[in-house]
């Protein structure tokens, strides 16, 4: 059992908060406290979108303020040149995974779209299982989502069941892809209709049905749209409609430029999205409007993305960004609702209910944030004051299931140092 003590302030989930200690069970009889004195307290933020395998491409030439349809082939050549071991993908998730815990990420999906086309699917679940195993090392909480970009149909859907079958060995349809420890959880997810072909989401959607498993993709960015237009004369929206993406268990990632037509055509699907302001906006892709997304009913996650389009995975200052930003295409986002989106609204996108908060039935994620410093002089609201006050603040404790995997402001069971010198000696020998 954990103990969080003494905490100016402690958000245990939207529209509720209090002052004074917390416990989290951690399944364990050791007792632990930690002194919250000066603190505000959160539950753990929950990245509702990255690709952890781009932490190993980042400030690449070629790949800042172009047009997506630069960006794509610049980023597809870099990861051809570096190809494609478990030994980078185990060093490149470490480091995802890392910086995440780091910035307060206790949970993070990874959409993960490049494989190596027509490889024997065998390498294929030994690139997932280093995935996975390099975020359970750390003791962060991974959505490992076998992503599909210009994949075969056949191949890719007989990757995702051989990827089910060699990490979650034994699931049943009901756990919506969770573990029994609720460390790992898969998903499938073509990259989009820019990408993929009906037969490829028809193909992965088959997987996903027989093993109970969620579903994402992105949409209605600049070169999706233009792309789905030029090659099927439709919107991306009407596309995933046809082909059976438009219903519950389904997560859409950016959605920049939508319709209100659109909005609600997604709220009466009951699909969530995820909004990824820290990609597209310095991008130049656009800016999803999620004031209306969330008054027309449709539950809003927030993601980082990757390092191709995104250098940092810092969500709270993806937050901090999609707070500020909101008010060029709406009405201003509260700093309460953005951190809702941080954590509750990420944890609905991935089917579970026991992330993003910390009251009842909370799987105890959280984080400890120290507000006593000279940034949060003259914060009257302090929790307000984590997104408008010190832009990049870290957190100075973060515990995943009870259990800290930081504890002031450094990592407890790795050294960030070694894992990047880890990567970097992988990089060199591309």
Same mark, same amino acid.
């Given at each position: 059992?954990?103990?969080?003590?003494?905490?100016?302030?402690?958000?245990?989930?939207?529209?509720?908060?209090?002052?004074?200690?917390?416990?989290?069970?951690?399944?364990?009889?050791?007792?632990?406290?930690?002194?919250?004195?000066?603190?505000?307290?959160?539950?753990?933020?929950?990245?509702a979108h990255h690709h952890l395998l781009q932490s190993a491409f980042r400030t690449l030439?070629?790949?800042?303020?172009?047009?997506?349809?630069?960006?794509?082939?610049? *980023?597809?050549?870099? /990861?051809?040149?570096?190809?494609?071991?478990?030994?980078?993908?185990?060093?490149?998730?470490?480091?995802?995974?890392?910086?995440?815990?780091?910035?307060?990420?206790?949970?993070?999906?990874?959409?993960?779209?490049?494989?190596?086309?027509?490889?024997?699917?065998a390498q294929t679940v030994e690139l997932a299982a280093a995935t996975a195993s390099a975020?359970?090392?750390?003791?962060?909480?991974?959505?490992?989502?076998?992503?599909?970009?210009?994949?075969?149909?056949?191949?890719?859907?007989?990757?995702?069941?051989?990827?089910?079958?060699?990490?979650?060995?034994?699931?049943?349809?009901?756990?919506? $892809?969770?573990?029994?420890?609720? *460390?790992?959880?898969?998903?499938?997810?073509?990259?989009?209709?820019?990408?993929?072909?009906?037969?490829?989401?028809?193909?992965?959607?088959?997987?996903?049905?027989?093993?109970?498993?969620?579903?994402?993709?992105?949409?209605?960015?600049?070169?999706?749209?233009?792309?789905?237009?030029?090659? /099927?004369?439709?919107?991306?929206?009407?596309?995933?409609?046809?082909?059976?993406?438009?219903?519950?268990?389904?997560?859409?990632?950016?959605?920049?430029?939508?319709?209100?037509?659109?909005?609600?055509?997604?709220?009466?699907? $009951?699909?969530?999205?995820?909004?990824?302001?820290?990609?597209?906006?310095?991008?130049?892709?656009?800016?999803?409007?999620?004031?209306?997304?969330?008054?027309?009913?449709?539950?809003?996650?927030?993601?980082? &993305?990757?390092?191709?389009?995104?250098?940092?995975?810092?969500?709270?200052?993806?937050?901090?960004?999609? *707070?500020?930003?909101?008010?060029?295409?709406?009405?201003?986002?509260?700093?309460?609702?953005?951190?809702?989106?941080?954590?509750?609204?990420?944890?609905?996108?991935?089917?579970?209910?026991?992330?993003?908060?910390?009251?009842?039935? &909370?799987?105890?994620?959280?984080?400890?944030?120290?507000? &006593?410093?000279?940034?949060?002089?003259?914060?009257?609201?302090p929790i307000a004051g984590l997104l408008w006050a010190s832009p990049g603040r870290h957190?100075?404790?973060?515990?995943?299931?009870?259990?800290?995997?930081?504890?002031? /402001?450094?990592?407890?069971?790795?050294?960030?140092?070694?894992?990047?010198?880890?990567?970097?000696?992988?990089?060199?020998?591309?």
């Amino acid at each position: 059992m954990l103990t969080i003590t003494g905490a100016r302030r402690i958000l245990i989930g939207p529209g509720e908060e209090r002052d004074g200690d917390l416990v989290l069970e951690d399944g364990q009889t050791d007792a632990t406290t930690i002194d919250a004195s000066g603190c505000v307290v959160t539950p753990g933020l929950v990245n509702a979108h990255h690709h952890l395998l781009q932490s190993a491409f980042r400030t690449l030439p070629g790949t800042r303020g172009v047009p997506m349809a630069e960006w794509l082939p610049a *980023m597809a050549a870099a /990861y051809g040149r570096a190809g494609h071991d478990p030994e980078l993908y185990g060093a490149a998730a470490a480091i995802g995974v890392a910086e995440g815990l780091l910035c307060g990420v206790t949970a993070v999906a990874d959409h993960h779209l490049n494989w190596p086309h027509g490889a024997p699917i065998a390498q294929t679940v030994e690139l997932a299982a280093a995935t996975a195993s390099a975020a359970r090392a750390l003791g962060g909480r991974l959505v490992f989502v076998r992503g599909s970009a210009r994949d075969d149909a056949g191949w890719a859907a007989a990757s995702a069941e051989a990827i089910v079958a060699a990490l979650l060995p034994g699931l049943e349809p009901d756990a919506g $892809g969770v573990s029994a420890d609720g *460390m790992l959880q898969l998903a499938v997810g073509p990259a989009g209709v820019h990408s993929d072909a009906r037969e490829t989401f028809e193909a992965l959607a088959s997987v996903a049905r027989r093993h109970g498993l969620r579903r994402r993709t992105q949409a209605n960015e600049q070169v999706d749209t233009a792309i789905a237009l030029e090659r /099927y004369g439709a919107r991306p929206l009407d596309l995933l409609a046809e082909w059976g993406w438009l219903e519950p268990g389904v997560t859409i990632a950016h959605l920049c430029d939508v319709t209100p037509e659109e909005i609600a055509r997604l709220a009466d699907a $009951g699909v969530t999205a995820t909004h990824a302001p820290g990609c597209d906006v310095p991008m130049g892709w656009g800016i999803a409007p999620v004031a209306q997304l969330i008054a027309a009913g449709v539950p809003v996650g927030l993601g980082t &993305s990757g390092g191709g389009s995104n250098d940092a995975g810092h969500l709270l200052a993806d937050a901090r960004l999609a *707070m500020q930003v909101s008010a060029l295409v709406g009405p201003q986002l509260p700093a309460r609702t953005v951190l809702g989106m941080a954590t509750s609204g990420s944890a609905t996108g991935l089917g579970r209910p026991e992330l993003g908060h910390l009251g009842a039935g &909370s799987a105890g994620d959280a984080c400890v944030w120290d507000v &006593s410093g000279v940034a949060d002089a003259g914060v009257d609201d302090p929790i307000a004051g984590l997104l408008w006050a010190s832009p990049g603040r870290h957190p100075r404790d973060v515990i995943v299931g009870g259990r800290p995997v930081v504890r002031d /402001y450094r990592l407890v069971n790795a050294d960030e140092r070694e894992l990047a010198a880890r990567l970097s000696a992988r990089l060199a020998r591309s």
